[in-house]
């Protein structure tokens, strides 16, 4: 499937240029909103995955730091994603020869998967019916993951 003529209408979209017209608009709605939703994402994936590594927060359960920071992480996700399609869209067919944007979104896509298929449904139940190498297995797996994902975005930045 060619995705060529979805980013040329994406960049030609209200959304592409409304980005490309208004610097102001891509840069308070578009970057500043990515990067607060990554800080929250990044500590809701740091305070669970040292939590479960048991080295932050011991005297609160597990399982209530992973619950509430879950709940923060897909707020945050759904951020990154409304601010990161803005963003894009602006510059639609720079990102479609971008080896680095479809590195990240390789990452992103896996580490949505990781979260939605393996961590939350695993740390829904009692986490002392769990396996400890299993969670700190799991809490390895999700930092390396997500530090994927902010790598391979950044660096789209350093890409051109």
């Known amino acids: ?78 951020f990154i994603l409304a601010s990161g399609i803005f963003m894009a869209a602006a510059v639609a067919q720079r990102m479609y020869y971008n080896d680095f944007f479809w590195a990240k979104m390789s990452a992103l896509l896996v580490g949505i998967l990781f979260v939605f298929a393996v961590k939350r449904p695993l740390l829904k139940g009692n986490h002392s019916e769990i396996n400890p190498t299993v969670l700190k297995l799991v809490a390895c797996a999700s930092i390396v993951v997500w530090f994927s994902v902010a790598a391979t975005g950044r660096w789209i930045g350093f890409s051109g």
């Open 1 to 78: 499937m060619e995705l060529l003529p979805f980013f040329e209408w994406a960049e030609t979209s209200f959304l592409g240029y409304i980005g490309k017209t208004y610097g102001g608009v891509y840069a308070t709605f578009g970057q500043s909103i990515h990067l607060m939703a990554l800080a929250v994402l990044g500590g809701t994936v740091l305070v669970t995955d040292l939590r479960l590594l048991n080295l932050v927060l011991k005297d609160v359960p597990s399982e209530v730091v992973a619950d509430q920071a879950h709940r923060w992480f897909r707020i945050a996700l759904f």
